[in-house]
């Protein structure tokens, strides 16, 4: 896998894209431990942290999200990363759609001259931001869930 990112005209992306693909697998496999070991979720009237299911959905949503995004402000093709699955089949389609949106994010930015990095846009949420920072953005999303994920785990340790 890492040999077909070498020819990215900006390694700094290629960094990215591969930190997220890492980072992503790391949060499914904590999100998984999780599962297993009943971890509620506190108390929250975000739709996305009703249960361990949306959680998921939302991570999933979210790094599909940040690739249509950057697509977009960049005028790149569509990379054609499909739906997320629903919330019935999430936990038995999560791994094999994670494989299908790690692929569709790892070619887009490959031609993309390194100046374009620094292009600001305005994100979704109203937060001016250059590309390479929604990249950070993207890394970052999943990193502190598993964060979050980890640190139920240990209060249950404690218990």
């Not at 991570?59 to 977009?72: K, Q, S, T, V």
């Not at 790892?106 to 390194?114: A, K, M, Q």
């Not at 292009?119 to 999943?142: F, K, R």
């Not at 964060?147 to 249950?156: G, S």
Request: charged share 30%; hydrophobic share 45%; net charge negative.
């Amino acid at each position: 896998m890492n040999n077909q990112l070498r020819n990215y005209k900006y390694a700094g992306a290629r960094a990215l894209v591969l930190l997220h693909e890492q980072h992503l697998r790391i949060f499914l496999d904590t999100w998984k431990l999780a599962k297993a070991r009943n971890v509620a979720l506190p108390k929250t009237d975000d739709r996305d942290y009703k249960s361990l299911e949306t959680l998921i959905i939302h991570n999933l949503r979210a790094a599909r999200g940040y690739m249509l995004w950057i697509c977009d402000r960049l005028e790149l093709d569509d990379p054609k990363i499909r739906i997320e699955p629903d919330i019935a089949n999430i936990e038995l389609e999560a791994a094999d759609y994670i494989e299908h949106l790690l692929e569709c994010w790892r070619l887009p930015l490959v031609d993309v001259e390194t100046s374009r990095y620094a292009e600001i846009y305005t994100t979704n949420w109203g937060m001016e931001l250059p590309i390479e920072a929604m990249l950070e953005h993207a890394v970052m999303h999943p990193i502190r869930h598993s964060f979050q994920l980890n640190n139920l785990i240990l209060d249950l340790d404690k218990e």
